[in-house]
């Protein structure tokens, strides 16, 4: 594999990806969990990444064969209640009405 033999990431992704962000090296951005489509393979993979600069092995999913590297992680810190609370009260309605399941998030 070219990446363990120290091709930059984003010359591989730039060669040989054949989606949409074949132009910016294979860049997803910033993800969050639920963004991705099912299956949930990918989020799988790219959530389990905890450093800046791992990878995870290919992973198949009916779209195609995908390698994740993790290149930067927002924060993760846990707010208050009440400083949440509005916004979580819109968006379980609004994720019910698009049929989507919140019972494991």
Known sequence: MKLSKGEPFDKTGTTYNID?????????GYI??????PPLL????AFSLKKKGKSVEVVRTPYGYHIIRMEDMRGTALRP??????KISFYL???KKQGVPTSNM
């Open 42 to 45: 990918i989020e799988e993979a």
């Open 20 to 28: 949409m962000t074949r132009e910016d090296g294979g860049n997803l």
């Open 81 to 86: 209640i009440n400083q949440v609370k509005e």
């Open 93 to 95: 309605p609004t994720r």
């Open 32 to 37: 969050r969990r639920g963004q991705l489509a």
